[in-house]
């Protein structure tokens, strides 16, 4: 008998220290919760000056809207792979895997060479860019060009 078909497969799967499907998702709901309050704490502690019940009402918000995320990212690091039904055995094989290789790659390339033109105009005109705005704006560049040249490499390729 296959140790898959001893372990069992399901569309959640379970996690890596045993247990059903249903255990994999309270512990992931109870983790992101966990996250979600040390988020909140942080938001509390370190956000935006305001009276005592805005600060509060704006952490709830905000750990309410990162709960789904913070439950996923749970569930990810809790997963056995082995019992989740129709998950790709080696991923990082995978063609998609190498087309993902392949625009990273590519997009390194690009930002490297953005970067250093970049830093040139900026010495050069004395443009004054708020750092942060800077920052974002080359992580969002760098996030498009990964994802045109998956794109074209999934149509050339493909």
Not at 91 to 109: D, L, M, R
């Amino acid at each position: 008998m296959d140790s898959k078909e001893s372990v069992g497969q399901s569309k959640w799967g379970r996690s890596r220290f045993g247990g059903s499907t249903a255990l994999l998702i309270i512990l992931s709901l109870l983790g992101g919760l966990v996250l979600c309050a040390a988020m909140a704490l942080i938001w509390w502690t370190f956000g935006p000056e305001a009276d005592q019940q805005r600060k509060m009402l704006s952490g709830l918000v905000f750990a309410l809207l990162m709960l789904p995320a913070a439950s996923a990212l749970c569930w990810v690091f809790m997963l056995d792979r082995d019992t989740l039904a129709g998950a790709v055995r080696d991923p990082e094989s995978s063609i998609e895997g190498k087309w993902y290789e392949k625009a990273v790659f590519g997009a390194f390339h690009d930002l490297f060479a953005l970067c250093g033109l970049g830093a040139m105009a900026l010495g050069l005109l004395r443009i004054d860019v708020e750092p942060v705005m800077l920052l974002v704006g080359v992580v969002l560049l760098a996030a498009v060009d990964v994802l045109v040249r998956y794109l074209v490499i999934k149509k050339v390729e493909g």
